[in-house]
C-alpha cells in the first residue's frame, strides 16, 4: 500500500479487522483506531473507492464509525480537516469557508456527520492525491485510512514526492484486512 513511505517518515501502519471503533471513555484521549491522536492539527483521510464496500459493506460501515468516535472524543485544543477520497477528493467544508481547520464542537460535529453519512463506497484509488491534499493543510498529524488493495500502492515517484513533503507531520496508515468474523 503506502509501505515506501515508511522510509520517509511513517510513524505506523496498523492492519485492523472490520469491527466498529468503541466509544472512548470520558478523560480518555482520542484514538482512532490503534493510535492516539495527539496533534493540535489533524487531518483525517479516508478511503471511499469500491473496494470499501466488500465484503457487505463492512469496511465503509467500519471507517465511519471509527471517525465518528475519534472526532467525538478530540481534546478542546485539537483541531481537524476531513477529506475522503476515491477518483477524486472530497473535504468537508465547514459553514465559514474552506481551507479552516475546525474544533469538534456539537455544531460542527453535527455538519460533520451528515458529511460522513452522505459518503458511499465507490470508483477507483487515489491514494497520493488524497495525501497531497492532507499536506497542503499542514497538520501535525495525518490519520490514513484504507483497504490496501496492493494493486493502488504508490509509484516510486510518488513515494519521493509525498515523503519529501512529510516534513514534521506524522502519517499513521490505518489498513483494513478481512480477518475472522468479518
Given at each position: ?20 471503533a468503541e466509544p472512548v471513555s470520558p478523560g480518555e484521549r482520542a484514538r482512532f483506531f490503534d493510535f492516539e491522536v495527539k496533534g493540535r492539527r489533524v ?10 464496500s466488500e465484503p457487505d459493506g463492512k469496511p465503509m460501515a467500519a471507517a465511519k464509525a471509527g471517525l465518528m468516535a475519534s472526532l467525538d472524543a478530540l ?108
Open positions: 500500500m503506502l509501505r515506501g513511505l515508511i522510509v520517509g517518515g511513517l510513524l505506523g501502519v496498523v492492519a485492523v479487522s472490520l469491527v466498529a487531518a483525517f483521510v479516508c478511503d471511499r473507492s469500491g473496494s470499501m481534546g478542546e485544543s485539537q483541531q481537524f480537516h476531513l477529506f475522503f477520497y476515491s477518483d477524486r477528493v472530497t473535504v468537508y467544508t465547514p459553514p465559514g469557508g474552506p481551507g479552516r481547520p475546525m474544533f469538534a464542537d456539537d455544531d460542527t460535529l453535527r455538519g460533520v456527520r451528515r458529511f460522513v453519512d452522505s459518503m458511499s463506497a465507490s470508483g477507483g484509488t487515489r491514494h497520493a492525491d488524497a495525501l497531497t491534499a492532507a499536506l497542503a493543510v499542514a497538520p501535525d498529524e495525518i490519520f490514513f485510512l484504507t483497504d490496501g488493495d496492493p494493486r493502488d500502492d504508490l509509484a516510486s515517484d510518488e513515494v519521493e514526492r509525498l515523503s519529501g513533503r512529510l516534513g514534521r507531520a506524522r502519517l499513521f496508515v490505518v489498513q483494513f484486512s478481512v480477518g475472522n468474523g468479518t
